[in-house]
T-cell receptor, first 113, second 112 residues
Framework: DVKVTQSSRYLVKRTGEKVFLECVQD?????MFWYRQDPGLGLRLIYF???????EKGDIPEGYSVSREKKERFSLILESASTNQTSMYLC????????????FGPGTRLTVT | EDQVTQSPEALRLQEGESSSLNCSYT??????LFWYRQDPGKGPEFLFT???AGEEKEKERLKATLTKKESFLHITAPKPEDSATYLC?????????????FGTGTRLKVLA
């Protein structure tokens, strides 16, 4: 059973803080993704990674960075949190071996005040 | 531009009242259409993948079908526990190997 875990379910940070969101998957998937989900806007891709140390920008990368030092772990970094980054953040993984079906973590509800 | 549109935005059904959710897409060279279920405050849960027109997949009270322009998620005799948001996503060559285009979902409420 694929398992994707995220470091926090709820997080409250202040404007300007550096924020780390961590995601771990246990299925040896080569692809990992970070999305944010906002009402009426659906899921929007922030960054993805198709291999260790490889990363590519998604549709809304501004204000974010990522790190993938190990295959199972993909971190999202908010360099200087702003109120417009208040959102639900979802991590996902997929593999060519499982027909690119995406498996999601439980999400992190981030509030920036 | 690849696009996914889901309708209706919201749907209320009585328990046992069957219905269908629609996912219309514009993708050249579909490489997979995916259905997910999302409960409030949780991550999406994978349901089905469809690849070619005419394909059907079933799971309990859910059946997904695919044509060249749209997919339907049929819910037969729904129960209150089927209440959730259902998301549709596609992969296509112009969106890239790793990217998925998501619709905004259909919020389903099944009343007892």
């Amino acid at each position: 059973d694929v398992k994707v875990t995220q470091s926090s379910r709820y997080l409250v940070k202040r404007t300007g803080e550096k924020v780390f969101l961590e995601c771990v998957q246990d299925m040896d998937h080569e692809n990992m993704f970070w999305y944010r989900q906002d009402p009426g806007l659906g899921l929007r891709l922030i960054y993805f990674s198709y291999d260790v140390k490889m990363k590519e920008k998604g549709d809304i990368p501004e204000g974010y960075s990522v790190s993938r030092e190990k295959k199972e772990r993909f971190s999202l970094i908010l360099e200087s949190a702003s109120t417009n980054q208040t959102s639900m953040y979802l991590c996902a993984s997929s593999s060519r071996r499982s027909s690119y079906e995406q498996y999601f973590g439980p999400g992190t509800r981030l509030t920036v005040t | 531009e690849d696009q996914v549109t889901q309708s209706p935005e919201a749907l209320r059904l009585q328990e046992g009242e069957s219905s269908s959710l629609n996912c219309s897409y514009t993708v050249s060279g579909l490489r997979g259409l995916f259905w997910y279920r999302q409960d409030p405050g949780k991550g999406p849960e994978f349901l089905f993948t469809l690849y070619s027109a005419g394909e059907e997949k079933e799971k309990e009270r859910l059946k997904a079908t695919l044509t060249k322009k749209e997919s339907f998620l049929h819910i037969t005799a729904p129960k209150p526990e089927d209440s959730a948001t259902y998301l549709c996503a596609v992969r296509g060559p112009t969106s890239g190997t790793y990217k998925y285009i998501f619709g905004t979902g259909t919020r389903l409420k099944v009343l007892a």
